[in-house]
């Protein structure tokens, strides 16, 4: 089958052929996938191939449920969620499945096991998922570039067995690999009854001089079938044809290309809003109380700035705040509200928060509880946890963000700086390196030039969390201005036991390790981070002796200059003093 596709993001030819070869059974499967659209966009296009084991008359059954779960639930996935994510857990549930299945049979022969090779292209990049002895190769040049390693167990010259497969085991360790794509640039999927016997180079001359790629395919076979192969044989070639970021109109489903809305009247009406009263206003935003004109339901609804409607990367942010605000589900992360018409401009319409910003909320509380606290940040650690289960970051976590509504429920707001993993792949140049969030609460290595991470978005927590009980910042306004390493090195932790009796030691050694200067050295996951503030952890109790450096940073140089004035004056009038 030949298969050509044409679109603003990418643009391939693909070919395919399968026979049975000399024996009774055709044990391999493979299938492709070019969707339209937006999930063309967002997912990729995705080829893949599988090769049931010999020794096994169900192999095929394998081979059939790998290849057609994956391609059928790969484009079920969040489209949040990178390829490697997305590919990955599909994959480990089909191996979960026909593990099961091969522990069921009654007979040890009967193994649901197959072999197993992915290609998805996205974006500018080809992403490869392996396991087994099918393979999967690149035209370079003049030379075709094996891009997989076989798992293949040799015992003799003449036996060898599997050592790493689908179904073979409760678990499956999955070879993943990413490259830059080309236009122009040609992959080929093969299993062993094609390239065990055919030469790299008589595979890489076809390739060269192929016009049709499904006839190469067909040829490809039948020439290893002449060469004496006694396999199954299956070819897959993937010709990309031309690239180009993709349109907001792709990412979006054309949210993005809608014009800009006129900032509204108060009071007065917007494509089925009535408007009631302005709610915040800012440089980048202004927003409105309003209320459904059908359901009588309030809402807040953000309209573009008037300074910034004219850049199309602000207004691609703008529109993907709704984008994100659709896909997630938690109490404690602002939801989407439905419009009562077509939208005809571009504004967002979310749920109305009847409460305070947590910047509100500290003001009126300058003095909160411990327990307070923690209450607070383990709901907004909840919705962070929603997001990145989504694989995003929020990127601009801060107080004037978080909202507290009348009945103490707390919610992420501003989605506007959020980085999405799947997105960014489609569109890498949406990624342009800018700091986006509030420099106070921005974590160091984002100054370095490093991407947000889950990590990062603990530094503001962390942040967030010293603040309410000290009402200072951890570093003050140093981690903006450490734009190196070495003065990254040189930040030093006031101690919040120092600023406030409040803060007990282990709560203080929590807070210490969340905004830790260093990613790698901050907590592994956000439960964590509020296990300690919950449950003093024996690492920061008050038995480990913490250097007055560590703990009172400013009172320790303070004591070591009053030292150095005092040694200096003693200096002095041993040499110049009378004699």
Same mark, same amino acid.
């Given at each position: 089958?030949?298969?050509?596709?044409?679109?603003?993001?990418?643009?391939?030819?693909?070919?395919?052929?399968?026979?049975?070869?000399?024996?009774?059974?055709?044990?391999?499967?493979?299938?492709?996938?070019?969707?339209?659209? +937006?999930?063309?966009?967002?997912?990729?296009?995705?080829?893949?191939?599988?090769?049931?084991?010999?020794?096994?008359?169900?192999?095929?059954?394998?081979?059939?449920?790998?290849?057609?779960?994956?391609?059928?639930?790969?484009?079920?996935?969040?489209?949040?969620?990178?390829?490697?994510?997305?590919?990955?857990?599909?994959?480990?549930?089909?191996?979960?499945?026909?593990?099961?299945?091969?522990?069921?049979?009654?007979?040890?022969?009967?193994?649901?096991?197959?072999?197993?090779?992915?290609?998805?292209?996205?974006?500018?990049?080809?992403?490869?998922?392996?396991?087994?002895?099918?393979?999967?190769?690149?035209?370079?040049?003049?030379?075709?570039?094996?891009?997989?390693?076989?798992?293949?167990?040799?015992?003799?010259?003449?036996?060898?067995?599997?050592?790493?497969?689908?179904?073979?085991?409760?678990?499956?360790?999955?070879?993943?690999?990413?490259?830059?794509?080309?236009?122009?640039?040609?992959?080929?999927?093969?299993?062993?009854?094609?390239?065990?016997?055919?030469?790299?180079?008589?595979?890489?001359?076809?390739?060269?001089?192929?016009?049709?790629?499904?006839?190469?395919?067909?040829?490809?076979?039948?020439?290893?079938?002449?060469?004496?192969?006694?396999?199954?044989?299956?070819?897959?070639?993937?010709?990309?044809?031309?690239?180009?970021?993709?349109?907001?109109?792709?990412?979006?489903?054309?949210?993005?290309?809608?014009? +800009?809305?006129?900032?509204?009247?108060?009071?007065?009406?917007?494509?089925?809003?009535?408007?009631?009263?302005?709610?915040?206003?800012?440089?980048?935003?202004?927003?409105?109380?309003?209320?459904?004109?059908?359901?009588?339901?309030?809402?807040?609804?953000?309209?573009?700035?008037?300074?910034?409607?004219?850049?199309?990367?602000?207004?691609?942010?703008?529109?993907?705040?709704?984008?994100?605000?659709?896909?997630?589900?938690?109490?404690?992360?602002?939801?989407?509200?439905?419009? +009562?018409?077509?939208?005809?401009?571009?504004?967002?319409?979310?749920?109305?928060?009847?409460?305070?910003?947590?910047?509100?909320?500290?003001?009126?509380?300058?003095?909160?509880?411990?327990?307070?606290?923690?209450?607070?940040?383990?709901?907004?650690?909840?919705?962070?946890?929603?997001?990145?289960?989504?694989?995003?970051?929020?990127?601009?976590?801060?107080?004037?963000?978080?909202?507290?509504?009348?009945?103490?429920?707390?919610?992420?707001?501003?989605?506007?700086?959020?980085?999405?993993?799947?997105?960014?792949?489609?569109?890498?140049?949406?990624?342009?390196?800018?700091?986006?969030?509030?420099?106070?609460?921005?974590? +160091?290595?984002?100054?370095?030039?490093?991407?947000?991470?889950?990590?990062?978005?603990?530094?503001?927590?962390?942040?967030?969390?010293?603040?309410?009980?000290?009402?200072?910042?951890?570093?003050?306004?140093?981690?903006?201005?450490?734009?190196?390493?070495?003065?990254?090195?040189?930040?030093?932790?006031?101690?919040?036991?120092?600023?406030?009796?409040?803060?007990?030691?282990?709560?203080?050694?929590?807070?210490?390790?969340?905004?830790?200067?260093?990613?790698?050295?901050?907590?592994?996951?956000?439960?964590?981070?509020?296990?300690?503030?919950?449950?003093?952890?024996?690492?920061?109790?008050?038995?480990?002796?913490?250097?007055?450096?560590?703990?009172?940073?400013?009172?320790?140089?303070?004591?070591?200059?009053?030292?150095?004035?005092?040694?200096?004056?003693?200096?002095?009038?041993?040499?110049?003093?009378?004699?």
């Amino acid at each position: 089958m030949l298969m050509q596709v044409r679109h603003s993001a990418l643009s391939v030819e693909t070919g395919q052929y399968s026979c049975a070869g000399r024996k009774a059974q055709n044990q391999d499967f493979h299938g492709t996938v070019v969707p339209e659209g +937006p999930v063309l966009v967002h997912k990729g296009i995705a080829l893949a191939v599988a090769d049931g084991i010999s020794s096994s008359p169900v192999a095929h059954i394998a081979a059939e449920t790998a290849v057609k779960s994956f391609l059928t639930d790969y484009y079920c996935t969040s489209e949040a969620w990178s390829v490697k994510t997305s590919a990955s857990r599909v994959i480990s549930a089909a191996n979960s499945w026909l593990f099961s299945q091969t522990k069921q049979a009654a007979e040890p022969d009967r193994g649901h096991v197959c072999t197993f090779s992915a290609l998805i292209l996205k974006g500018r990049k080809a992403h490869l998922f392996h396991v087994g002895d099918s393979r999967i190769w690149r035209l370079s040049g003049q030379s075709l570039e094996q891009l997989t390693e076989d798992h293949t167990v040799r015992i003799s010259e003449t036996e060898s067995y599997l050592g790493r497969a689908l179904g073979l085991g409760q678990t499956i360790d999955l070879d993943y690999a990413a490259f830059d794509i080309r236009s122009g640039d040609v992959f080929l999927l093969t299993t062993d009854g094609v390239h065990g016997s055919l030469r790299t180079k008589d595979m890489a001359e076809a390739l060269l001089a192929c016009e049709d790629l499904e006839t190469t395919a067909r040829e490809l076979a039948d020439q290893a079938l002449k060469a004496g192969s006694d396999d199954n044989l299956t070819v897959q070639i993937v010709r990309v044809t031309g690239i180009a970021d993709p349109g907001t109109e792709d990412l979006l489903s054309g949210e993005g290309t809608l014009p +800009p809305a006129p900032l509204p009247k108060v009071p007065g009406e917007h494509e089925g809003f009535r408007l009631l009263r302005g709610l915040h206003a800012t440089s980048r935003s202004h927003i409105y109380l309003a209320e459904n004109e059908e359901t009588g339901e309030p809402v807040a609804l953000k309209f573009p700035s008037l300074d910034l409607r004219g850049e199309e990367d602000y207004l691609r942010r703008f529109a993907l705040e709704e984008w994100v605000a659709r896909r997630m589900a938690s109490p404690h992360v602002l939801k989407a509200a439905s419009y +009562p018409q077509a939208r005809q401009t571009l504004f967002l319409a979310t749920e109305f928060v009847n409460g305070q910003t947590l910047r509100q909320w500290m003001t009126d509380n300058p003095h909160p509880s411990l327990e307070t606290v923690r209450g607070i940040l383990e709901q907004v650690a909840r919705g962070l946890m929603a997001f990145h289960r989504k694989e995003m970051v929020h990127q601009d976590l801060r107080p004037e963000n978080i909202m507290i509504d009348a009945s103490g429920t707390v919610k992420i707001i501003d989605f506007g700086s959020v980085r999405i993993a799947g997105v960014m792949e489609a569109a890498p140049s949406l990624d342009k390196g800018e700091i986006l969030g509030t420099h106070q609460y921005t974590a +160091p290595e984002v100054f370095l030039g490093y991407l947000g991470t889950e990590y990062s978005d603990q530094f503001s927590l962390g942040v967030i969390a010293y603040e309410m009980l000290t009402g200072r910042l951890p570093y003050g306004a140093a981690v903006a201005r450490a734009t190196s390493e070495r003065a990254q090195a040189a930040l030093r932790y006031r101690s919040a036991s120092a600023v406030t009796e409040r803060v007990p030691d282990w709560v203080d050694g929590a807070l210490c390790r969340a905004v830790h200067p260093v990613p790698g050295k901050r907590y592994d996951a956000l439960s964590a981070f509020l296990e300690d503030l919950r449950r003093p952890n024996p690492a920061f109790t008050s038995d480990r002796f913490v250097p007055l450096a560590e703990r009172d940073p400013v009172r320790f140089w303070q004591i070591v200059s009053a030292a150095l004035a005092v040694l200096c004056a003693i200096l002095f009038f041993q040499l110049f003093g009378n004699p």
